[in-house]
T-cell receptor
Framework: GAVVSQHPSWVICKSGTSVKIECRSL??????MFWYRQFPKQSLMLMAT?????????EQGVEKDKFLINHASLTLSTLTVTSAHPEDSSFYIC????????????FGDGTRLSIL | QKEVEQNSGPLSVPEGAIASLNCTYS??????FFWYRQYSGKSPELIMS????GDKEDGRFTAQLNKASQYVSLLIRDSQPSDSATYLC???????????FGGGTRVLVKP
């Protein structure tokens, strides 16, 4: 089945550091990828929709200059948390549909980000 | 009003019993519905997808959809301790590919 790989799985860094998270579709081409954030005991909240070759679409309340998204190829999207602060500590998960937009959405394993 | 609503639980069921989870949604034009299982600290894992009214069975899981009532449910038969997790209901909007998730129902299966 379709596989989405996310890297790194865990990051611990100092406040003010910028952190890049990669999301790769391993056996299919993904024109659209999604980035979610999940705080403890809460559900997934969509942050942005990443579109290959064009600008990402951000959900209301998500700072596009804080969370930089690049989707330069059909198999890779990156999320960069710029100048991260403790309140950015969360579980970040990416997902993708295949190129035909077929269901279902496939999730990466997630990245746990801890900012000290 | 939340777009996708679930009872947060926890839903406690004895081993071997049936766990029944419910989900309601507000977008009447929604066409695709999904149930994901999420273990603590892990990403969601797809259990079932359902697109048309009625029941869909896959092993111990049965999804039920009633578009007129804007209601989708998940039944877990012969519940096992390994089924203890949070179950997320997700609805694909009528337009576009975005999924909207409910808050999840935590299920505890007691041996």
């Amino acid at each position: 089945g379709a596989v989405v790989s996310q890297h790194p799985s865990w990051v611990i860094c100092k406040s003010g550091t910028s952190v890049k998270i990669e999301c790769r579709s391993l056996d299919f081409q993904a024109t659209t990828m999604f980035w979610y954030r999940q705080f403890p005991k809460q559900s997934l909240m969509l942050m942005a929709t990443s579109n290959e070759g064009s600008k990402a679409t951000y959900e209301q309340g998500v700072e596009k200059d804080k969370f930089l998204i690049n989707h330069a190829s059909l198999t890779l999207s990156t999320l960069t948390v710029t100048s991260a602060h403790p309140e950015d500590s969360s579980f970040y998960i990416c997902s993708a549909f295949d190129r035909m937009g077929n269901q279902p959405q496939h999730f990466g394993d997630g990245t746990r980000l801890s900012i000290l | 009003q939340k777009e996708v609503e679930q009872n947060s639980g926890p839903l406690s069921v004895p081993e071997g019993a049936i766990a029944s989870l419910n989900c309601t949604y507000s977008d009447r034009g929604s066409q695709s519905f999904f149930w994901y299982r999420q273990y603590s600290g892990k990403s969601p894992e797809l259990i079932m997808s359902i697109y048309s009214n009625g029941d869909k069975e896959d092993g111990r899981f049965t999804a039920q959809l009633n578009k007129a009532s804007q209601y989708v449910s998940l039944l877990i038969r012969d519940s096992q301790p390994s089924d203890s997790a949070t179950y997320l209901c997700a609805v694909k909007q009528a337009a576009g590919n975005k999924l909207t998730f409910g808050g999840g129902t935590r299920v505890l299966v007691k041996p």
